[in-house]
């Protein structure tokens, strides 16, 4: 159910979830390549193969899904630590990004950042921040520099209702109020800032009612359904895109697993994970589909895990960064006279 609230608004409206043209084949497979995606990630890194932290976001599929059939190639994307979805969703190479978690030189950051920073530049994904609500001023940015130069562009920045209590949010929403930027302010609200839950660190819960404080709209959909989260994105998306500022889209959503996987979830109660379960968005697109045709729906998930295996050997057979390169990317010379971001070695006396 998809809920619109205007800032005055003091209980949200109702407002229809149809989303016709939504491929429901399509939709499902890039769902199932995410989770298959982050099902081996997982694997690898207990078999200790994935070095740093690793954020799974399985349950969460249907939110980076819906959200990206709306997206269009020309506008920006931020998102959070939790961002191999978004990756995927936003059209990124499976191969190089597993290999970027085994720390390879064919990873989509070569290697350097890891599970918490996926990104490539072409596609506008300017990667996923490990700073909690750092990058929302980031995205404000960019945000600001396309209503000046690239009308009809727009920024998305993906965050965790965990970061709407800190002062990047509240600075970069007032910005973006004041300026009038098309900014969509996505919160992903998956009920946990790391081990606390959600309603015992905010007074208000539900980031989309913050909203009002800055005169700006937001929606709420429920983002354990698909449709649900594409047909908020619709109207969001529209209203930021015609000019008429920014908004907050917020997704009630749910992970399966812990917030990262060094968490021993002692905080939440396994029978409520289960429950949770049940609203699956990957199980339930499946059982609605094998009735229509059950014989396509296993030749996508043969196709996808011949996909993911692939990109698996494709990271394991790929090369470690070479240590000459250790220092490029550090610091980028004004002058031009070196590559950007390598530096200019000297002998040491």
């Known amino acids: 159910m998809v809920f619109a609230l205007s800032p005055q608004s003091v209980a949200p409206n109702v407002v229809s979830a149809a989303v016709p043209d939504l491929d429901v084949w399509d939709v499902y497979r890039e769902m199932q390549r995410i989770r298959r995606f982050e099902e ?3 694997q690898h890194y207990a078999a200790g193969r994935v070095g740093g932290f690793l954020h799974l976001a399985i349950g969460e599929e249907a939110v980076c899904v819906g959200a990206s059939t709306v997206l269009q190639p020309h506008d920006h994307l931020l998102t959070h630590y939790r961002d191999h ?7 990124l190479d499976a191969r190089r990004c597993m290999a970027e978690l085994f720390g390879k030189a064919t990873g989509v950051s070569g290697g350097r950042g890891g599970s918490m920073h996926f990104a490539d530049a072409r596609k506008r994904m300017w990667g996923g921040y490990a700073i909690v609500g750092g990058h929302l001023t980031l995205a404000t940015g960019l945000a600001w520099a396309a209503k000046v130069q690239e009308p009809g562009t727009i920024a998305c920045v993906v965050f965790g209702e965990g970061a709407s209590n800190i002062g990047e949010f509240h600075e970069a929403a007032n910005l973006a109020a004041t300026w009038g930027l098309p ?3 996505l919160c992903e609200n998956n009920g946990f800032g790391m081990g606390t839950r959600s309603e015992r660190a905010a007074a208000v819960p539900d980031v989309a009612r913050r909203a009002a404080a800055y005169g700006m ?3 709420q959909v429920d983002g354990m359904d698909v449709h ?7 109207e969001a998306v529209a209203f930021v895109r015609n000019g008429e500022g920014p908004a907050i889209l917020e997704a009630h959503t749910y992970r399966f697993r812990g917030h990262s996987m060094a968490d021993p979830e002692l905080y939440r109660d396994k029978a409520e994970v289960e429950v949770m379960r049940e609203r699956d968005p990957l199980a339930r697109a499946a059982a609605e589909l094998r009735a229509i045709d059950a014989t396509r729906l296993d030749e996508i998930t043969a196709e996808v895990e011949a996909e993911m295996q692939a990109a ?9 960064p070479d240590v000459s390169t250790l220092e490029d990317g550090i610091v980028a010379r004004p002058d031009g006279l070196a590559p950007a971001g390598a530096l200019q070695r000297t002998a040491k006396p």
């Open 40 to 42: 081996l990630a997982g």
């Open 85 to 91: 979805g978004w990756a995927l969703a936003r059209g």
């Open 183 to 185: 900014i969509l302010f």
């Open 217 to 219: 709209p937001a929606w």
């Open 228 to 234: 649900d989260v594409a047909a908020g994105m619709r």
């Open 312 to 320: 698996v050997d494709f990271a394991e057979r790929s090369p470690f």
